[in-house]
DNA sequence: CCTTGACCTCAACTATGCCTGAGGTTTTAT
DNA sequence: ATAAAACCTCAGGCATAGTTGAGGTCAAGG
């Protein structure tokens, strides 16, 4: 009773081709991230397109975006089709944007790092490294917690 | 019955002065990461050089560094001992290199991705985006699974 | 036909990094 | 002395991103 349509991928087909896991398929299926039509055999079958849907998962992913908010962009478009060219320079410049953001973050952190390197100033309250918490050392009235050396 | 060492913090004291919840002291001492003495009433007692050591832990989780590995870093440190400056010179370049290759890693996936909106290139089989993991798009006999507009 | 591999569902488990709450003790301030 | 604030332990929960396994069905080749 086998019943296939023409260019749809099995589930194991999809994950060797996307290079996850089959139970990745499942779990991302279960999070509404991609919904395949079912067989007559009630097995899933992957529209071809779906394919390219996870690859921009995935790309997403490495980006640092979580499921929940790859759903919500993939979901914001149109009809929830797969992503057009358009769709995705709309996608990819937002995304582009997050990468930017912790790329930032993380440039900034290495070059105090190395400045920091061996200096020992972690001991010194404006250090920083360790102003973004530990700001003053000082309570409400102003006192001093630790003394200058530590 | 109140026994207190000149300059240390209790637990919220600490909590405070290093910005985490004390819940988070308590974890991290769970995960073996610093451990406090007690006093008479069973009570934590933060000589002020863990002061230091959670700073630093805060530091390497910017980075990326997970618990664990943190923990590996400090107890390799002689006698589990705070870090000095020189301690702190091998830790810093070590996590500062792992930072590096974080932010390469970033780096080359946001220029692969700028190089790409737009373009809709997710469609070809050569796209340096995919390519990681869908390198061919061939069966192991060679041949293509998808049509060359997939 | 019939076996084998692929697929199905659902529950439970992994790992990381904490947070919350219950029930009880200690410190601190008045 | 006493009450409030802070502390204690331990169990269990949350979120993320899956993986694993049991028990059963479907599909494809010989």
Known sequence: MAERLENELSVGELAKRAGVAVSTLHFYE????ITP????????RYPRNLLRRVAIIRIAQRAGISLAEI????????????PTAEDWQVLSSNWKARLDERITALT??????AGCIGCGCLSLRD???RNPRDELGRTATGAVLLSPGE
Chains 1, 2 share one sequence.
């Open 30 to 33: 279960a999070k509404g991230l």
């Open 37 to 44: 039509r079912r067989n007559n055999g009630n097995q899933r």
């Open 71 to 82: 759903r919500e962009a993939l979901s914001a478009l149109p009809a929830e089709r797969t």
């Open 108 to 113: 900034q952190l290495r070059d105090e790092m």
């Open 127 to 129: 250090c920083p490294l």
